[in-house]
């Protein structure tokens, strides 16, 4: 059976703190928080909270906001956006290339002084979490959300067209 959990207050604030802690976000989110059999923590809005009737066989509500992992918390690419803008630390900033590697999936080799789980952005935009290792941020993204190689010849065509 599918299980979901509603978050208590000091599950929630187990969040925040370690949001805190690895970004220094110290903002008021205004979501629920909820976790799934996987251990997949999203977000969902209050209200909502208060009238899912979780004895449904539902897999998931709301938007993917991050994981708990052994080593911390890893939030997902939609998380990354919501926390990324008030982040104080551990932001780190990409270039184009890099930024069209890490959206292929391809970890990048980049000397910093962040540490852990890691945001990463271009300018004002926040594009996933990654983690420091060896000087390398790892990549999370996962296969179906990463960008592939368009080949430019389909059925029909010739490389002269």
């Known amino acids: 059976?599918?299980?979901?959990?509603?978050?208590?207050?000091?599950?929630?604030?187990?969040?925040?703190?370690?949001?805190?802690?690895?970004?220094?976000?110290?903002?008021?989110?205004?979501?629920?928080?909820?976790?799934?059999?996987?251990?997949?923590?999203?977000?969902?809005?209050?209200?909502?909270?208060?009238?899912?009737?979780?004895?449904?066989?539902?897999?998931?509500?709301?938007?993917?906001?991050?994981?708990?992992?052994?080593?911390?918390?890893?939030?997902?690419?939609?998380?990354s956006q919501i926390i990324g803008p008030l982040a104080k630390k551990n932001v780190v900033l990409l270039d184009e290339k890099e930024i069209v590697d890490w959206a292929k999936g391809i970890d990048i080799e980049k000397e910093t002084d962040c540490t852990g789980y890691v945001i990463l952005r271009k300018e004002d935009d926040f594009i996933g979490c990654g983690r420091i290792k060896e000087g390398r941020i790892l990549n999370y993204i996962p296969r179906n959300r990463r960008l592939r190689e368009v080949n430019r010849i389909t059925s029909g065509e010739t490389a002269e067209d």
């Open 1 to 79: 059976m599918h299980t979901l959990k509603i978050l208590n207050t000091h599950d929630t604030k187990k969040i925040l703190s370690t949001l805190k802690e690895q970004w220094g976000f110290c903002e008021k989110l205004n979501y629920a928080f909820v976790v799934n059999a996987k251990g997949k923590v999203h977000a969902v809005t209050r209200e909502f909270a208060r009238v899912i009737d979780l004895k449904l066989r539902i897999d998931t509500i709301g938007f993917y906001f991050g994981t708990w992992n052994s080593d911390g918390f890893r939030l997902s690419i939609e998380g």
